[in-house]
């Protein structure tokens, strides 16, 4: 068991890190997008390339400011 | 272009992976002797080409290129904004610089102390250099494995990284200490940008996207997280008074 749960730790760590809002971010705009292009309509496929790279300058800039907050 | 750009972003990703590797190897065979260090190293490096050969070319043909494109891109913005994030906040002040000549002198401390181990093994070296390289090098055989797999060839990825190994090793014997000149953070804060627009193109085109100008966007999502990236810095680094006194964080 305390391999499991520390193989789990060790990717959970290389990939998600001390940023979880950052991952759970651009999981859900990714599932959005999708949803969005084929369950609602397909002009989200064009204005989509502005808006993915927005998202993720905003989910950026929120974790920095979550990290300064944390760190003051 | 992809060729290019795999080539490059691996090499310098490679270059700070191994700079780090390289101190954790240096210090354990200065200390603990070289024989046993240098089987370490070995034995991490045929750790790591094995996890290419079974996760690269074995992933391309079990998962179809699309998702396989919206996985890859997904792992690597996130890992990219990472890279990011640790970048700007060492350079801003939130989190303390990597500094190599200060892990050096604590490694060396802290092998000098360990005991001996009887027979011809040292097992101490043994262990550090084979977790230092596997470690450090998880992140680099990572993102040859990503850009390989998206690019449809592993050799440009591999070339940047086994360049950058040969590279960095080299000069780091022949200076015959830590490499703490290395301008690590800046390197970090080029390949968290490489890997966030590659990821944002990927993921968005597995997703459906329909990018504008093609594999062009590449560089228009660089320029742009380059941008935002610089202001952040900017406006995050803690302001001074003509005193030297700290005023504000922004």
Known sequence: ?72 | MHAWIGFFSSFLASAVEVVEAVTLVLAAGVTRGWRSTWIGVLAATLTLVALVVVFGPGLQTLIPLDALRVVIGTLLLIFGLQWLRKAIMRYTGMKALHDETLIYQREVNELRTAPGTAGTMDWTAFTVAYKGVLLEGLEVIFIVITFGLTAGDMTPALLGAGAAAVLVTAIAFAVRGPMSRVPENTLKFVVGLMLTAFGTFWAGEGVGLNWPGADWAILALLAVYAVVGGLLIVLLRPRVAPGGKVVSQA
Do not use: N, Q
């Not at chain 1, 990714?30 to 989910?59: C, K, M, N, Q, S």
């Open chain 1, 1 to 72: 068991m305390k391999y499991i749960v520390g193989f789990f730790a060790f990717w959970y760590d290389f990939i998600v890190g001390d940023a979880w809002e950052v991952a759970a971010g651009v999981i859900l705009s990714l599932l959005a997008l999708y949803l969005g292009i084929h369950f609602l309509t397909a002009g989200v496929r064009d204005y989509g390339a502005i808006l993915l790279p927005l998202v993720i300058v905003v989910l950026l800039s929120y974790s920095l400011w979550r990290a300064r907050g944390a760190t003051k």
